[in-house]
T-cell receptor, first 113, second 117 residues
Framework: SQKIEQNSEALNIQEGKTATLTCNYTNYSPAYLQWYRQDPGRGPVFLLLIRENEKEKRKERLKVTFDTTLKQSLFHITASQPADSATYLCALLMGTGGFKTIFGAGTRLFVKA | GAVVSQHPSWVICKSGTSVKIECRSLDFQATTMFWYRQFPKQSLMLMATSNEGSKATYEQGVEKDKFLINHASLTLSTLTVTSAHPEDSSFYIC?????????????FGPGTRLTVT
């Protein structure tokens, strides 16, 4: 069956450390993979997009890797801050079917001061 | 730029009544809007894709007669939950893509919390 797996357990890290979140998927062939941030009771906010032919993408303190062989993406936040505390969603964008986006359940990140 | 609003932000209604939720792209045109539903600690579930001027495309298992979608203009899509039941209580979120530009990025509204009593 098709599924997207993100660590359901919350990730707790100390301020200043690097947070690494994992997204694994099975039986999908996404054209793109995206990461979103969602705060409680709010809609998601787009962070980064990486294409299937890209290995790595960076934006300020954020870094995303995409391994289509392992069917895995890693999302890194360097020099983490308490304001980075949120739920981070992995999303697969299919190249067919109207470019439908399928979301993972997200991983909750807590950054302690 | 690329702001999406939703109205209302929360609504409480009685079982059997209908509720309309509006989704507006404030500073851009959106030929395609999406409606999602999210239960606590679960992922966003795509309900339907709304295209301006045409019928919405519903995902498998979503009742089109219960969740009516209208995308009458390039900046407005509405979702009407008809004959609401307590199990329809959820967080409904819309999103939009920029018309004519494909980057895969979606702009999400702030969501609408629906509680059916």
């Amino acid at each position: 069956s098709q599924k997207i797996e993100q660590n359901s357990e919350a990730l707790n890290i100390q301020e200043g450390k690097t947070a690494t979140l994992t997204c694994n998927y099975t039986n999908y062939s996404p054209a793109y993979l995206q990461w979103y941030r969602q705060d409680p009771g709010r809609g998601p906010v787009f962070l980064l997009l990486i294409r299937e032919n890209e290995k790595e993408k960076r934006k300020e303190r954020l870094k995303v890797t995409f391994d289509t062989t392992l069917k895995q993406s890693l999302f890194h936040i360097t020099a983490s801050q308490p304001a980075d505390s949120a739920t981070y969603l992995c999303a697969l964008l299919m190249g067919t079917g109207g470019f439908k986006t399928i979301f993972g359940a997200g991983t909750r990140l807590f950054v302690k001061a | 730029g690329a702001v999406v609003s939703q109205h209302p932000s929360w609504v409480i209604c009685k079982s059997g009544t209908s509720v309309k939720i509006e989704c507006r792209s404030l500073d851009f045109q959106a030929t395609t809007m999406f409606w999602y539903r999210q239960f606590p600690k679960q992922s966003l579930m795509l309900m339907a894709t709304s295209n301006e001027g045409s019928k919405a495309t519903y995902e498998q298992g979503v009742e089109k007669d219960k969740f009516l979608i209208n995308h009458a203009s390039l900046t407005l899509s509405t979702l009407t939950v008809t004959s609401a039941h307590p199990e329809d209580s959820s967080f409904y979120i819309c999103s939009a893509r920029l018309a004519g530009v494909y980057s895969g990025e979606q702009y999400f509204g702030p969501g609408t919390r629906l509680t059916v009593t």
